[in-house]
């Protein structure tokens, strides 16, 4: 299993506000004693001024049980984050992980705030190529040999945008597999996961990492439910079996719709749902307060 290496930026980066002593608290909390909570901008009404830095707790708990009956293993709410959409979670995810100069390898064409992410992070793209001849699935032996010293992560967009196909699970088996031999973490985002056209069948997955680190990208609001201005993602961490290190949360190839194409069509049809993220306890830990 590889180990994960927080990005250096985040050494001297402090927030005890939502820190150990938080933590500290809400452990003293659960024991039974009242604490008067000071930290957080709260007035002093019935009310809390902020929420659980990780989102609300009935909300984590719904998309726990959502991860372990598409079969992910080992899932508990204190791995769960809700964010404001997943381009934030996206973001603050590579911000964590990358160092001046890492590479993260990206489907061409991609998902342009994967790219924009990576680069305002201080990293470097690396395209492997989906083509229409090969059905808009990527090829293992190009993405391997992509891959140098400097290669930190693999990116899978998973249904596509845009393409529109969906990975068979022999794919993502050979994906994971070639992760596990170059210590790469997987960066899968599957929001449109219930996107699916002429009976394709989605596999989450977390369902296939096994002890490969994972990030999952899942279950957008304004993508798969047509509510375009209400974002919300959440990021499930992996389970970890070791203090430093992390694990995670076929078929055919759908019809090729744009990502705008497909918004329009659930627009029309009056589709909703939600988002959601699986980010590695190495990455989380990375910042403090989480």
Avoid at 33 to 53: F, M, Q, R, T, V
Avoid at 163 to 187: M, S
């Amino acid at each position: 299993m590889a180990v994960l290496s927080p990005s250096a930026n985040l050494a001297d980066v402090r927030y005890e506000i939502r820190g150990a002593l938080t933590r500290h608290a809400r452990e003293m909390e659960a024991a039974g004693h009242d604490i008067i909570k000071l930290n957080i901008g709260n007035p002093g009404h019935d009310s809390e001024a902020y929420g659980h830095e990780q989102g609300l707790e009935i909300a984590r708990e719904v998309i726990a049980e959502r991860h372990r009956a598409r079969g992910a293993r080992d899932v508990a709410i204190e791995r769960i984050f809700i964010g404001n959409g997943v381009s934030e979670l996206i973001d603050i995810s590579l911000r964590a992980l990358l160092q001046p100069g890492d590479e993260v390898l990206l489907p061409s064409p991609d998902y342009p705030l994967w790219s924009a992410a990576t680069i305002l992070n201080g990293g470097r793209t690396r395209y492997y190529r989906c083509t229409a001849e090969n059905a808009h699935l990527p090829d293992p032996l190009e993405i391997e040999a992509l891959i140098t010293p400097r290669t930190r992560a693999l990116v899978l967009i998973n249904p596509n945008n845009p393409t529109g196909v969906v990975y068979p699970r022999a794919l993502l088996e050979r994906l994971v597999a070639i992760a596990a031999r170059q210590h790469l973490l997987l960066l899968s985002d599957e929001i449109y996961d219930e996107i699916l056209y002429d009976g394709a069948v989605f596999q989450p997955l977390a369902g296939v990492a096994g002890d490969v680190p994972c990030l999952s990208c899942a279950a957008s609001v304004p993508q798969c439910h047509g509510a375009m201005g209400h974002s919300c993602c959440t990021a499930r961490r992996a389970h970890d079996q070791r203090a430093d290190r992390t694990r995670r949360t076929s078929a055919r190839g759908a019809p090729h719709y744009s990502g705008s194409h497909r918004r329009q069509q659930l627009s029309q049809r009056g589709h909703t749902r939600r988002c959601a993220v699986c980010v590695p306890s190495d990455m989380c830990r990375a910042y403090p307060g989480v």
